[in-house]
Structure formats: C-alpha cells, structure tokens
C-alpha cells in the first residue's frame, strides 16, 4: 500500500524558522544572514557595516564557525552585542542555533542583526534562519566562475557583493562575466562591488540595507 | 551536502508517517529531490541503512525522482529547462532569468505492508 505523505524534508527546520522569524517581526528586528566561502571577508563586511551605521541603527551580531570566538572578540571591541555560535564541525547554522542566540541576545536593543553564517557555498544555502534578507559576498580571488559552480546559493540570495574589489587589477575576474552568471540564475539579484580594506562601495552597500530596512 | 541531517529528517517524516497509520514495515520511501539541492542518493540510502535499524523502517529502499533545473525568463516569460547554468533565454535572448525548478526536496510517499 502506498500512502501520500507530500512533506518538505526541511519542514522540521522551516517551522523554527517561522517561529525566530515571527520573534524578530515582534521586536522589530530587521535580520540579515551573510553567506560565503572562508575568507570571503563576512566579518570585515560585518566591521565595515557597523562603523558606516554608528548612530544610525542599533546592531547586533551573531557569529557562526565551527569552532573558536575570534570572530566574537574582533566583534565585540565594537561595543555591539554579539553571541557566538560553535558548530562543532557542523557544516552551516541552522534555525534551532538562532533559536538558541536569540534568547541569549538583548533583542529590544537591536534594530539590524547580521548573522555570519559557517564559510561555506554549499549547505547554508538550504536552511532558512528565520532572516529577512540573504547576502552572498563573494570575493575577486575566488574567481569569477562561482556562480556556475554553486548555483543554489546564487539563486537563494537578495544580494551579491564583489568584495576585494581593490585587487581587480592584479587578478583575473571578469566582473561582466561574473554578473551575466549571476543574473543567469537570479534575475532579481542586486549585485554591489565593494573592498573593506579601502571603502569602496561601502555606501551603496548600507544604503541598500537601511532601504530593505524601510520597506520591510 | 548535508547528508547526514537530511536523512535524519527523511527518517523522522516516514517514522512519524508508518507509526500515525499503524503499519508493520515500510518496504520503500518515493523521494523528490532538485539537482540543485546537491543531494546524494547513495550517501542518504547509507546513511538510512544505519539510522533505520531496529525500527519499522529497517530495510527500506529508498527511490529518487531527481527534478532538472528549469528556469524562466524575466523578460518574455519563456519555460525552460537550465542544461547548463549562465545561460541567456533559448527564446529571446534575455539575460535576466528566474529559477522555477530544481531545488524540490520532499518526501512523496511510502510504500508500507
């Protein structure tokens, strides 16, 4: 006998994910999950964005790795609040991780929270935290054929930024190429290019974040 | 991918399925799953195998309908199938496009005796 049972493999975790989600909708925190292979520059984003809205928003952080709170410690010297998540070798965050922060985070004080999810194009894709907005950084070394490579995560996204932007004439990367791929997946996609280390594009970032913001 | 955590759901939705309809044995699990979603069949049917034992699912097979990429395009509304990502529309030539599928990953159904 067959019986039709029609159940989304990831239902169990899209259901915490709608309950974190109706939390952060109650306290009016505006959350982003930021999504990328190691050394992308996720945290460097994070620092950049924080200095940029200094007296504009109130942030908070949660810091996803394996293993380690350097990321934590780097966060904390900004005197936001910062909770950080070890996996313990698990692959990406999952939305009973940030069930877990969330309580552990002063949220009535927060109106922007960054979540930095594990170095990885593959499986954070595929888990929904309970987040308003997804953003990829994707990085000039890596190369300009990551779209094609990682399709899911390029499609999952509302946001593409080309961190390093700095080093475009020392590396082969075909920005045109690289957002034709992209676009090839996600037509809706906003795409920035930014550095970290000189600035560039940092504006346009936080003025399209404080936008979603406003429109949410 | 993720296989691990996959399969303890896959797991948990046909114990929680067999045990609501009182069976005896589940003999297979009807999976649907996107190419996208970078799912490997062999890697949860191994993993199934181990989590299974001892349980109304010991020794079930599991059966995959992989569902290809397909996307549309954002300017003349073109279906299409993706064979190969970065493409532009086979129609118009447009380089906007949306994926529609390819990321499915549910349980079907499951065949119990």
């Known amino acids: ?216 | 991918m993720h296989e691990l955590a996959i399969t303890q759901s896959i797991f948990d939705i046909v114990l929680e399925q067999a045990e609501k309809t009182k069976t005896r044995r589940v003999s297979k699990v009807n999976l649907v799953i996107g190419e996208m979603t970078g799912v490997v069949g062999d890697c949860v049917q191994f993993y199934f195998d181990f989590i299974s034992k001892g349980t109304l699912a010991e020794g079930a097979t599991l059966s995959f309908v992989m569902v290809p990429p397909k996307a549309q395009c954002q300017g003349c509304n073109e279906l299409f199938e993706l064979k190969e990502f970065g493409r532009t529309c086979p129609s118009c030539g447009g380089n906007r496009l949306q994926i529609v599928a390819g990321k499915e990953l549910f349980v079907e159904s499951i065949e119990v005796e």
């Open chain 1, 1 to 216: 006998m067959e019986i039709k049972v029609l159940k989304n493999i990831l239902s169990a975790n899209e259901e915490i994910a709608q309950r974190n989600r109706k939390l952060l909708d109650s306290g009016g925190v505006f959350t982003v999950n930021l999504m990328s292979s190691p050394g992308a520059g996720k945290t460097s984003l994070v620092l950049e964005t924080i200095k940029a809205l200094k007296g504009k928003t109130r942030i908070g952080v949660i810091e996803g790795d394996l293993s380690s709170s350097v990321d934590a410690e780097t966060i904390s010297k900004e005197n936001v609040p910062v909770i950080q998540i070890n996996t313990g070798g698990g692959c990406h965050l999952d939305a009973n991780m940030i069930s877990k922060a969330l309580s552990n985070l002063p949220l009535e004080g927060i109106e922007l929270l960054l979540i930095e999810n594990v170095g990885n194009l593959v499986c954070p894709a595929g888990f929904a935290l309970g987040e308003h907005k997804k953003v990829l950084i994707s990085s000039i070394p890596e190369g300009d054929d990551k779209p094609l490579k990682y399709p899911l995560m390029f499609h999952e996204v509302d946001a593409v930024l080309i961190n390093k932007i700095d080093l475009l004439p020392y590396l082969k990367f075909d920005t045109q190429a690289f957002s034709q791929a992209v676009r090839g997946i996600n037509g809706k996609v906003g795409i920035f290019q930014i550095s970290c280390a000189t600035g560039q594009g940092i504006q346009e970032w936080v003025s399209w974040l404080l936008n979603q913001m406003v429109q949410r």
